[in-house]
């Protein structure tokens, strides 16, 4: 019986065959493994530049209410809804490991209720000519201002995060590993549909 | 006494009449040098004047050499009326002191005598000036019959009437291409057809020149400003390693400077270890924003860049004066960032208005001189050819003065005369480049792959 097998240094050359597929497979799982650890870290650093921006926000509130008693102080009711959705607002801390779409919603409503009750404080604060010209009051409103463009920019770019780990970990054949290592799909933020009802002003 | 109408009040009031047509004639020649605006220097008008002077003056020395016996003539009647001057005047000094005497003798309180003796006196003094005019006038009289028309009077007469007018003319065409017109269209409507921009198609010259961080595609800027700038923000980037996008557009596309802010970051990375400023203006949107990069946030607060804005763009835009605007604002940044006094605006005008208008005062120095300097030769030719006859000698005023009659008798001559009206500036503007480009460059283009966190500050005027 003829064989073809050929013997090397004592490895048969299918031996070889497969032992080189499995160190493709192992270097190409390693590859792999690392970029989606990469992407999903980039995603987390992104979560905690959101947080970190909604934090800033959170800070000048009570600043703001501050200057605003001094000047409006019957405006109990706007005032307290400020003061509370801020409170339930910092309550609500989503670790990066743990963000579910669930927990992001969440979140992102607590947030939507303060940036309403914000609204609502600017808005009262028109009536008051005195506050609007107060300097303390102009500055908060323009880092107000910036701290709102500061969560745009941090959710788009969590947003771009998120869809690179989750495009990474979709593909085939990332997948596969994906699906034995526990790299979850993560939840991106969406549009607040609190955000798109104006703030009810009442005089 | 009042005399209704005497030589001296016809003298006036023909001047007062000639003066319209004069004053038509120089308006003519102003509004005419407005529309020579930009293409012949107020300096060049000047030499012209100062040469045409020169050659009326060596004009006239040959003149007084080739007639030198008019200058013995003219120096003859001079003599002679300083001659006649003296004498009454003497006359005139005798009488003051026998006035002294007589009312130092007066007992106080006798108010009336003195009146009485003040008018007598005077009446004296008029009787010395008539018999000075009447001797005068004898004199002259014979020595025109004597000497007749003499050429070398007549030149200097109308040589130093003609370099006035020389001079009043010459400064009214400087003064016209001084005040350049007001343009038919505004400079805001003359850019109400630009196209508008965004990250994607706005060019950035720092790409391929290190040197360049303005981008001024629509030519809102002066070239000049654009090179101020360029020195100031080169000096941010080497001293405070702050890498700079200055766009300044007529419109930004949708009219959102934050969307044309963070697609600048995003495509070109602005700024090195993420210290980048981007300065996007919408000159005819009336937007702007001010962004500086994640690291710089902390160095460059949102309030600091609103106090930026509100202390140096928003008047100036408002004032459409976008060159101020931006100028001061890259100066403001770069004195906060080097904690130095923050530069002051006193005064909204861009730098091509601040030239012209230390040129103007130049130029208006200039013809001043001009004019003085004529007046004063004329005055001296004037007496030494005895152009004025009896005017330039000098009668004694009357020192026995009261308030009615004729005033002293004051000497004549040619007194220097003024410029009328005022320079705002006089120096051509030169027409605005395209944007950015060119130049030298010490280092090659290309930004630092910055980002942006969403600090800054931004709005509307």
Redesign the interface.
Known sequence: MSNNVTKTGGLSKNTMIIGAVVAILVIWGISAYNGMVKVEEEATTAWAGVQSAYQRRADLIPNLVNVVKGYAAHEKETLEGVVNARAKATSINVDADDLTPEKLQQFQQAQGELSQALGRLIAVSEAYPDLKANENFMDLQKQLEGTENRINEARNTFNTAVQTYNVKIRKFPNTLLAGIFGFDKMAKFEADAAAQKAPEVQF | MNIPFTNKKLTWMSGCLMAIPILIILGALTSAGTKQYGEISPYSIALITAIILGVIVVLGKGANKKYAGDVEAFADKQKGLSDIAAKYNKEISNLESSFKSEISTLVSGKGSQLKDIRKNYQEKYWDQKKGYESECNTFLKEWKEKHGSLHLQDYWKWSICIGFVVILCASSFSFGLATPPSPSVSPMAALMDTRSWNADNIPMPHLTDGDQYVSNPDSILSQEVVDSINVILRRLDDQFGIESAMVIVGHIDNDDP?AMV?GIYNNYGVGRNDRGLVIVVGYLDHSYFIAPGRSLEGDLT??ET?HLAQDYLIPSMKAELPDSGMLYLARGTYALMSEKDMPQMTALKSNADKDDDMQGAGVFALFLALFGGWGYYGRSVSRKMGLADMKATKLRSNPFFLYFGEDSGSGGGFGGGHIGGGYSGGHSRSSSRSWGGGGSSHSSGGYGGGS??????GGRW
């Open positions: 934050v963070r949102d309030l609103n942006w966190g969403g600090g800054g500050s």
